[in-house]
Nanobody
Framework: EVQLVESGGGLVQAGGSLKLSCKTSGFGFDDHVIGWYRQAPGKGREAVAS????????WYLDSVKGRFTISSDSLKSTVYLLMNTLKPEDTARYYC??????????????????WGQGTPVTVSS
């Protein structure tokens, strides 16, 4: 059974940092892309970042480039999203999802077959 569990969200002031974690299990050594997406209250989902296990490629939403960094620790089966210089517009519930297959990183949303329950991020001004 594939499972993804997010953690690390919270309340932070603008300009602050948070590091989100996505603990994964159930898909062994199969090639995959794991990504983070977010959904703010009253808005649609927005892909934020993703990383591919097959070629190591990474993709970022333009508005987070230079501020967010996605990384993975295969030994811990965990993908991280380090978020620096947070802005109030980054406030949202953040989810991680997994797409199985040998594909590069990209702005995936509907392609994720599995996802977690999310972790809330609130950035105060």
């Amino acid at each position: 059974e594939v499972q993804l569990v997010e953690s690390g969200g919270g309340l932070v002031q603008a300009g602050g940092s948070l590091k989100l974690s996505c603990k994964t299990s159930g898909f062994g050594f199969d090639d995959h892309v794991i990504g983070w997406y977010r959904q703010a209250p009253g808005k649609g989902r927005e892909a934020v970042a993703s990383i591919s296990s097959s070629d190591g490629s990474k993709w970022y939403l333009d508005s987070v480039k230079g501020r967010f960094t996605i990384s993975s620790d295969s030994l811990k089966s965990t993908v991280y999203l380090l978020m620096n210089t947070l802005k109030p517009e980054d406030t949202a519930r953040y989810y991680c999802g997994v797409r199985l297959g040998t594909v590069p990183a990209g702005p995936y949303l509907t392609e994720y077959k599995y996802w977690g329950q999310g972790t809330p991020v609130t950035v105060s001004s």
